[in-house]
């Protein structure tokens, strides 16, 4: 049977996580705070409506509907990725203990790691390779927008920097390579001058 995004979601749509969201998550509600994919969501929602914010005060028409379709792409991504996905095995010292974390949560690790590069937007994360197998070979693809003006090879290292870290300080996993797409530019926000006082 195939999973709805409201399975993935412990029950709830994105629509009900966008309103969740609208109202300042008040009152607070157990089941979505105390959900992983529910919290990967919002984070993911909490952060593209900070950059779509600053995007919709441009009052460039013909930008619009590419931007429109930049916040579907992201949005889309962010819903598969709140799903939980495989289960990744973490050692332990006890021979019954079971550790894993999910693979939802480790792309919410790097969507974290990601947005502590200035100017640079993660978008999609996909962890290809065998994750369920202990020192399997393992390649991070992830695609980013990058702020118009900068140079982009250089935040592009920064940002797989920070996702090696991340990685290492949360998962046992044997990351080959993190292969990084730039997928498109965003431009710096211009708030609008404001009417001379002798005018």
Not at 3 to 24: I, K, P, V, W
Not at 78 to 96: F, K, Q, V, Y
Request: with cysteine.
């Amino acid at each position: 049977m195939a999973m709805t995004s409201s399975d993935a979601l412990a029950g709830h749509t994105f629509e009900e996580l966008s309103d969740y969201l609208d109202r300042d998550r008040t009152p607070a509600d157990p089941s979505i705070e105390g959900s992983p994919e529910c919290q990967t969501a919002l984070n993911g929602m909490q952060r593209l409506r900070s950059v779509h914010r600053d995007l919709l005060l441009k009052d460039a028409q013909r930008e619009s509907e590419r931007e429109d379709s930049w916040v579907s792409s992201i949005l889309q991504h962010i819903s598969l990725e709140a799903r939980a996905g495989r289960d990744i095995p973490i050692s332990h010292s006890s021979p019954t203990a079971r550790l894993s974390v999910t693979e939802g949560a480790v792309r919410g690790i790097l969507r974290a790691a990601g947005d502590s590069v200035p100017n640079i937007i993660v978008g999609r994360c996909h962890l290809d390779g065998d994750v369920t197998e202990p020192g399997a070979p393992i390649t991070v693809r992830v695609d980013a927008t990058v702020l118009e003006g900068e140079i982009i090879a250089s935040l592009a290292d920064q940002l797989r920097e920070a996702l090696y870290a991340a990685l290492r300080q949360h998962t046992e996993l044997a990351v080959e390579a993190i292969d990084i797409t730039i997928r498109d530019l965003y431009q710096p926000f211009v708030p609008p001058a404001k009417a001379s006082s002798d005018e």
